[in-house]
């Protein structure tokens, strides 16, 4: 009995020995798998980072190509509107030399039937116009037909001129300053119409919206059955599309058909309308 026992226990001890080694290697495999297991894992998410910052870099390229093509567009923009500004004032003082060279022959000339006391100077001859270049639909959707200013006194014309003067050679501050002199001199003066109309251009063509309108505005509500309150109301109407005031500018627009209708002024505020229309599609 204590032979077979002893037996028996050395039996156990030999067979607790031999399957320690298999319990450790099935704990080693499955350490193993778990390990390799992370390691896929983690390159999985090492792929996907690098596949997201590919993408995002993409994106900054597209993104700089765009905002380059914005920038690009908004400088031709720009050109486009100042060289449409430009061509504008050019028109704009051509008729304005008209519009001093017919008062002038107006003052000159004496009434009919009435003996000259002394012999006027002979007005100076307007300068020829050209033109407006074919194809403008800008330029040509902001000429204003300025008329042939009324005769005034001699007192007013000189102030007058001299601000007109300024305007015609680019020295719109300075012109500003002498429209708003003679209104102050004349503000009820023959040539205080004219003068509000060309003080709202003066600041028009430097982008002084605000202030334009205002002079706009005083001319229709000082003067309102002036020959210049149909270009009034006509400017008045541009200078509040400058100012992003759609809905007004639209809305006065259809007052200068309504109230000028067969003008010039009626004229150019039905192709600006129609160029909105067009533009909206």
Do not use: C
């Not at 350490?31 to 999985?44: D, F, G, P, S, T």
């Amino acid at each position: 009995m204590t032979v077979l026992r002893s037996l028996t226990l050395a039996s156990l001890a030999a067979a607790l020995v031999a399957a320690a080694p298999a319990s450790a290697q099935r704990m080693s495999l499955a350490e193993r798998v778990e390990r390799l297991e992370a390691q896929a894992a983690a390159q999985n998410q090492t792929q996907a980072n690098i596949e997201l910052l590919n993408r995002l870099n993409a994106l900054q390229q597209e993104l700089a190509a765009l905002r380059g093509t914005v920038e690009q567009l908004q400088h031709e923009n720009a050109q486009l509107k100042q060289a449409a500004r430009d061509q504008y004032l050019d028109i704009d003082s051509r008729l304005g030399r008209l519009e001093g060279g017919q008062a002038s022959a107006a003052l000159a000339a004496p009434a009919e039937g009435a003996p000259s006391a002394t012999p006027a100077p002979p007005a100076a001859s307007p300068t020829p116009t050209s033109p407006a270049p074919a194809g403008g639909r800008g330029v040509v959707a902001d000429v204003v037909n300025a008329g042939a200013a009324p005769a005034a006194p001699a007192g007013e014309r000189p102030l007058y001129d001299s601000a007109f003067q300024a305007l015609r050679d680019g020295e719109y501050a300075e012109a500003s300053r002498r429209f708003q002199a003679y209104l102050e001199a004349y503000p009820a003066g023959s040539l205080a119409p004219n003068a509000w109309y060309w003080l709202g251009e003066s600041y028009y063509v430097t982008q002084n919206y605000e202030v334009a309108l205002q002079a706009f505005q005083s001319l229709l509500d000082t003067f309102p059955d002036s020959a210049k309150a149909p270009d009034g109301l006509l400017k008045l109407g541009y200078t509040q599309f400058e100012l992003g005031r759609r809905q007004e500018g639209e809305a006065t627009l259809r007052a200068v058909m309504s109230r000028y209708p067969g003008s010039d002024a009626a004229r150019l505020a039905q192709s600006r309308l129609r160029s909105l229309a067009l533009d909206a599609r």
